[in-house]
């Protein structure tokens, strides 16, 4: 069981740049979210998604588009890439998102944007 | 809005106790705790829900106070391996799905 899956696990990028970072789950969960850690900052919600279809903006969602292309993947992209969005995503999951489901991380995705 | 932690960095010897707390400004309807190493992907420790009902997979226990909207990880005996980086998350009185996080304690056990 792979669990859930990110890609790439590491991007460079300059400024202007876009990317997509993939992110999947073997684990038949409906909630995806994706979070960003900055040193001193923890874990940042960007975007939520509750089961497929459906994406609700987290609490630093400018800059960022999703994507919940199936109930497996859940895709974040940039379009613009800034210095500022220099961070390590991760993608997460959980079985049904509600106040029982523990989530389950991925390995993170490092970006730097230059 | 995101839970506060405290403290934010904690330095122990094997053995002793710790003490991690999380609160809120929001009428909590539970309680993430997770755990981070360097390097790593966030680990789920437990959840403490409404009513006193808690789940969890590790001999860590917490405290979970909804009218003070506070949560307290307990760490006893520590040991070498409870060092990294501790977070709470909370949903909020939304529940909406959202997990919010706190900024994170770190802890480090030395022998």
């Known amino acids: 069981n792979a669990g859930v899956t990110q890609t790439p696990k590491f991007q460079v990028l300059k400024t202007g740049q876009s990317m997509t970072l993939q992110c999947a789950q073997d684990?038949?969960?409906?909630?995806m979210y994706w979070y960003r850690q900055d040193p001193g900052m923890g874990l940042r919600l960007i975007y939520y998604?509750?089961?497929?279809?459906?994406?609700d903006k987290g609490e630093v969602p400018n800059g960022y588009n999703v994507s919940r292309l199936n109930k497996r993947e859940f895709s974040l992209r940039l379009e613009s890439a800034a210095p500022s969005q220099t961070s390590v995503y991760f993608c997460?999951?959980?079985?049904?998102?509600?106040?029982?489901?523990?989530?389950?991380f991925g390995e993170g995705s490092r970006l730097t944007v230059l | 809005q995101q839970p506060v932690q405290s403290p934010q960095a904690v330095i122990l010897r094997e053995g002793e106790d710790a003490v991690i707390n999380c609160s809120s400004s929001?009428?909590?309807?539970?309680v993430h705790w997770y755990r981070q190493k360097h390097g790593e992907a966030p680990v789920f420790l437990m959840i403490l829900l409404k009513g006193g009902e808690q789940k969890g997979h590790e001999k860590i226990s917490a405290s979970f106070n909804e009218k003070k909207q506070q949560s307290s990880l307990y760490l006893t005996a520590s040991q070498l391996s409870y060092s990294g980086t501790y977070f709470c998350?909370?949903?909020?009185?939304?529940?909406?799905?959202?997990?919010?996080f706190g900024q994170g304690t770190t802890l480090q056990v030395k022998p």
């Open positions: 998350g909370t949903y909020g009185s939304s529940n909406t799905g959202k997990l919010i």
């Open positions: 684990m038949n969960h409906n909630s």
């Open positions: 997460a999951s959980s079985k049904d998102g509600r106040n029982t489901g523990e989530l389950f």
């Open positions: 929001k009428a909590l309807y539970s």
């Open positions: 998604s509750a089961s497929e279809g459906t994406t």
